[in-house]
């Protein structure tokens, strides 16, 4: 089965700032998604990053972006520039990349990060 | 974009009655859907999947006759929380499944049983 191992609980960092969520992951399987969620005090589930595993390239989005190392089943999430608005508990998943369309493409989810950002 | 349309956003209820909560799907349609229960500052632990027209898979753990899931057509998904109970106070969300890789979410159910 797979798994989402996400070791840093709470994270802090000031503004305009850079700061690096840690992510690792294990599974059998050679295909498979990879995410970052970003969920504020709202609790909607906001997605910030997705990462095809058979694609080398990291993924960006604007100032986020993510530092994949397929080999050592890492996932970690680069916040550039912090902003007070990214303060948020932010979860790391994993997802097959199975064509049943059922249970097999259920997100697993991390424990998460809660995320502080200092003004 | 895809939009997953949940209510209620939040409810109270007392001990021993049911509440029926909904995730409708908007402007597509949706095979399957993920139900999540999320605990205070815990992670979100998949409950079930309900697949349209046919009955839904149920986590290891996840009482069936207690969290009632229907997914009777293409566009609406429910969960019913039978004879509630304080300890089934949670948060509860749900999202579409099938093979796209986006993945979207409702807004989540606050319930509270009293």
């Known amino acids: 089965a797979q798994t989402v191992t996400q070791s840093q609980p709470e994270m802090s960092v000031q503004e305009a700032e850079t700061v690096t969520l840690s992510c690792t992951y294990d599974t059998s399987e050679s295909d498979y998604y990879l995410f970052w969620y970003k969920q504020p005090p709202s609790r909607q589930m906001i997605l910030v990053i997705r990462?095809?595993?058979?694609?080398?390239q990291n993924a960006t989005e604007n100032r986020f972006s993510v530092n994949f190392q397929k080999a050592a089943k890492s996932f970690s999430l680069k916040i550039s520039d912090s902003q007070l608005g990214d303060a948020a508990m932010y979860f790391c998943?994993?997802?097959?990349?199975?064509?049943?369309?059922?249970?097999?493409?259920?997100?697993?989810f991390g424990t998460g990060t809660l995320l502080a950002v200092q003004p | 974009g895809a939009v997953v349309s949940q209510h209620p956003s939040w409810v109270i209820c007392k001990s021993g009655t049911s509440v029926k909560i909904e995730c409708r799907s908007l402007d597509f349609q949706a095979t399957t859907m993920f139900w999540y229960r999320q605990f205070p500052k815990q992670s979100l632990m998949l409950m079930a999947t309900s697949n349209e027209g046919s009955k839904a898979t149920y986590e290891q753990g996840v009482e069936k006759d207690k969290f009632l899931i229907n997914h009777a057509s293409l566009t609406l998904s429910t969960l019913t929380v039978t004879s509630a109970h304080p300890e089934d106070s949670s948060f509860y969300i749900c999202?579409?499944?099938?093979?796209?890789?986006?993945?979207?979410f409702g807004s989540g159910t606050q319930l509270s049983v009293l």
């Open positions: 990462q095809e595993a058979y694609k080398q």
């Open positions: 998943a994993y997802r097959s990349a199975g064509l049943d369309g059922g249970a097999t493409n259920k997100l697993i």
């Open positions: 999202s579409t499944g099938g093979t796209n890789e986006k993945l979207f």
